[in-house]
Every structure is written in structure tokens, then in C-alpha cells.
């Protein structure tokens, strides 16, 4: 049930797609019609939400802003709708919970199972994302709570728990390293080096630390995928850095060593592990009970 103006569903598909003939198709409307919609309030707003060339579109300044406010509103949209639906018992409660891939390995799915057990009608999802972007994703809407690394301070989001957890160099346990009780980064780079991409708040920090210890970043693997950290630690030569979140299966059962990692000068490096919501989240038992298991969840797995 449409309750803006199409033009916002096409859009938001157009800046998906980067096409308007792709997002016509998506649509299944005609290309004519999504393009009619878009010059249209081009006209009205007096700038160019696209610039066209034969390789394609790409947003201008303006439609960058515009892209943003049009996702803010859909998902919006989308979440008022549902808790209207909510409101007349034609839909069951609904929790989204965002965070890194990692945290699905052992903090969420026990969380979940609790839930339905004794919410039988909720629904639940997940989202995958990490950084700023999770904060950004409490306070547009998109989720209900987050599990994050180093979570950005914000007056609108509210810490409901969080622990502190050691990173560490993660190998093979054949890795010629990987009987040391402790690690540098330095000790480390005689070795191919894996790092998180800078979507992880922990790359910053390595960053400082491959900066002190003079190691040029540019030679180096990264990604953003537990798995594939996974896959190339299966080399005996390569070493990631990390928590133990997303890996405790392999650490448990010896297939992966996780030694922690000091600074050049010593100190221990640690992340702070968190759950976080909008402080001016609307009520809902079947969240507050989310969050409960959350905080819960985190206390054993930091003991």
C-alpha cells in the first residue's frame, strides 16, 4: 500500500540500479514513465538529480541528498506501515537487528530462538553492516538494535551494554608464530598481512599501528568477510587480526590460533564490544525482551 508518491519508489530504484531502463524493469513499468518522474521534479526543485552520459548515470550533489532523504523516508514508510498492520493484528511484531557477519556465528541466533519461543508471532531479520553505518541505521529507522565494535558516541543512541575484548593475530595453528603468548604488528609483517577493510572500526587502530611501525598498507589483503579470512589463514603464511567474534568455532577446535596483539609500546589492543538502540525507540516488549537477551548474551560470552 502506496503511501508517498511514486516517484520516491523510482527513484530510490533508479540510484539501486544505476539505470533507468534497469530500474523500469525492476519495476515492470515503462522506461518513459521513470524518466518522466525524475525530469519532472528535476523541474521543480531547478537542478539535475543525474548526470547522463553513454556509460550511464551517476548522482550529482543534489541527488546524493535526495537519495539519502528517499531511503530515510521508504524505510520509514515501510516500518509505519508494519506497525500499523501491528496495531490491527494483521501482521506480527517485527525486530530487526543489525550488526557484522561475525556476530551471527554465536551471539544472535541464540537470541532469536529465545524470541520466537516466547513471542511466537514475531519476525525477526538481520541486517549485515558495521562502522559509522551501524549508527546510522539505529537513527534512520533501519534497525532496532545494533551489535557493534567501537560504537561512534551519539546523543541519540543508547549503550546498553558492552564489554571489553582482547584483538588478536589469527593464524594456522602450523604458523611459524603461532606458539608466541603475544604479538606486534611488527612481528607480524615478515608474514602476508590480512586486514579488515575500513569498514571495520578496528582498521583504524591497525592503521596507527602499521603508521608506528613504518609498514607501508599498500602489499596487504583486505576484505570485510569473516570467510574469507577463513580461507586465507588456510595458508600457512598469512595472519589476520581480530576478536574471537565470528571465529570461536575454529579457535575452539584448534584449527585456528588467536594470540593476543600489543602495541609497539606494550598495551594490549581491545575492542569494545556493544548493544545499542535508539534512545527514542518506541516501546515494544517483544525489542526490550531482545535487548535483555542481548545484554545477557554478551555477559557470558565475555566471562
Not at 537470541?111 to 519461543?117: G, H, K, Q, S
Not at 558495521?130 to 549508527?135: D, I, V
Not at 580461507?231 to 603464511?237: E, F
Request: proline letters at 4%.
Amino acid at each position: 500500500m502506496p503511501i508517498h508518491s511514486s516517484f520516491l519508489k523510482y527513484f530510490d530504484e533508479v540510484c539501486k540500479s544505476g539505470s533507468i531502463r534497469k530500474a523500469a524493469g525492476n519495476l515492470h513499468i515503462a522506461s518513459s514513465a521513470v524518466n518522466r518522474q525524475i525530469l519532472k521534479i528535476e523541474d521543480e526543485l531547478g537542478v539535475k538529480l543525474f548526470d547522463r552520459s553513454h556509460d550511464g548515470i551517476t548522482l550529482t550533489e543534489a541527488g546524493e541528498l535526495l537519495s539519502q532523504h528517499v531511503s530515510r523516508t521508504l524505510n520509514d514508510a515501510d516500518r509505519t506501515i508494519k506497525e500499523i498492520a501491528n496495531c490491527s493484528n494483521k501482521a506480527p511484531n517485527i525486530l530487526t537487528a543489525a550488526g557484522q557477519e561475525s556476530v551471527i556465528a554465536r551471539i544472535l541466533p541464540p537470541v532469536f530462538m529465545e524470541l520466537y519461543a516466547e513471542f511466537p508471532d514475531a519476525s525477526t531479520s538481520f541486517l549485515a553492516s558495521g562502522g559509522t553505518e551501524l549508527s546510522k541505521m539505529l537513527l534512520d529507522g533501519r534497525a532496532d538494535v545494533a551489535i557493534m565494535f567501537d560504537a561512534t558516541e551519539d546523543s541519540n543512541i543508547e549503550i546498553l551494554a558492552q564489554v571489553n575484548l582482547p584483538v588478536g593475530a589469527i593464524m594456522s595453528p602450523d604458523h611459524p608464530l603461532a606458539n608466541s603468548e603475544s604479538l606486534t604488528i611488527q612481528t607480524c609483517s615478515k608474514y602476508v598481512l590480512i586486514l579488515p577493510d575500513d569498514s571495520w572500526m578496528l582498521r583504524e587502530r591497525l592503521n596507527k599501528e602499521l603508521a608506528r611501525a613504518k609498514i607501508d598498507i599498500g602489499t596487504m589483503t583486505t576484505s570485510n568477510s569473516v570467510e574469507f579470512l577463513r580461507a586465507m589463514l588456510a595458508k600457512k603464511t598469512s595472519i589476520g587480526f581480530k576478536t574471537t567474534v565470528g571465529l570461536e568455532g575454529a579457535i575452539e577446535d584448534g584449527s585456528l590460533v588467536h594470540i593476543p596483539l600489543t602495541s609497539i609500546n606494550g598495551s594490549p589492543l581491545t575492542q569494545t564490544f556493544s548493544i545499542g538502540a535508539n534512545r527514542n525507540r518506541k516501546p515494544s516488549v517483544v525489542l526490550d525482551r531482545a535487548l535483555e537477551l542481548l545484554k545477557e548474551r554478551l555477559t557470558i560470552y565475555a566471562s
